[in-house]
């Protein structure tokens, strides 16, 4: 079956009203439910709760509590690199942009632009630059952290679909992650400016940050932006920056300049937050 024709049904389905529902099952304290819920999930996606700084399923109020679940102190190490990976997951795809196309799988690519939420000024910084998309599947860690110092400038909450972003979604829906719902945060670090973007998909019930909480739901429709003012929000490296609620996919954008992503990625290969991801020098 073709990527195309398997993506099908999800142009059908009512994936806003699943999602609502999801998210309001996930946030939900069921008691006996909620843990059978959580220990089915664990079992179905061969968590590692050995990591979790709290390793007990029945302790979960709610299966939000346990799907953003912390991990043990010195679980996740943080490497020496300019740049380390944010989070758990798998490379989708990495590498140059061409201009301001953006790579997403054979024979679909989209603009910085686009991604960015159509500010056009704000995609040129990045045209000729670097990216990197990385998916979270159910069963990885749902934090995600910062890959260098940065000081936000801006965030920006876009609205759009929520197809899954799961390898054949990616491959069978063009301009997957310039389509989807997404959360833009803009910041500046010592090398320039880099965006760091959270892609909504199907059950994802909301994405938050750690300056702002919760920023989806609510779903008015309309693009919503945040400006912060120099030094109110500044972050180190490997700090914790938001999160998902149920998974996704991050999208990072750096600009034009020396940078080498580490030798040992590949698409398709498992990562895991604090590995070294790029050098900044070539």
């Not at 380390?84 to 790579?103: E, H, L, N, R």
């Not at 997404?182 to 090398?191: A, K, L, Q």
């Not at 972050?235 to 998974?247: A, I, S, T």
Request: net charge positive; proline share 8%; glycine share 10%.
């Amino acid at each position: 079956m073709s990527d195309r024709l398997a993506v099908l049904p999800q142009y059908l389905m009512p994936k806003q009203a699943l999602t609502s529902l999801a998210g309001r099952f996930a946030s939900a304290q069921l008691g006996g439910l909620t843990t059978s819920v959580i220990r089915w999930f664990v079992g179905r996606y061969k968590v590692n709760m050995a990591e979790a700084a709290n390793p007990d399923i029945a302790s979960y109020a709610s299966f939000n509590d346990f799907f953003t679940r912390a991990l043990k102190p010195g679980a996740r190490p943080l490497a020496g690199a300019d740049l380390i990976c944010p989070v758990d997951g798998a490379i989708s795809q990495f590498g140059p942009v061409a201009k301001d196309q953006i790579f997403q799988a054979k024979g679909h690519s989209y603009s910085t632009t686009a991604l960015v939420g159509g500010d056009a000024a704000l995609g040129a910084r990045f045209e000729n630059g670097h990216f990197a998309t990385l998916y979270l599947s159910p069963r990885d860690y749902h934090r995600i952290h910062m890959p260098c110092a940065g000081t936000l400038t801006r965030m920006v909450h876009v609205p759009g679909d929520l197809f899954s972003v799961n390898p054949t979604t990616a491959r069978g829906v063009p301009g997957l992650f310039a389509r989807n719902e997404r959360v833009v945060c803009v910041f500046e670090s010592d090398h320039g400016p880099f965006v760091l973007v959270l892609v909504g998909a199907t059950i994802v019930g909301s994405m938050a940050t750690v300056w702002h909480g919760q920023v989806n739901p609510p779903r008015p429709g309309t693009p919503r932006q945040w400006d912060y003012a120099p030094g109110q929000v500044r972050l180190q490296k490997g700090e914790e920056m938001g999160r998902f609620l149920l998974g996704s996919t991050v999208v990072m954008l750096f600009p034009q300049g020396p940078l080498t992503f580490n030798p040992a990625w590949a698409p398709a290969r498992a990562i895991q937050l604090g590995e070294a991801m790029a050098q900044r020098s070539a």
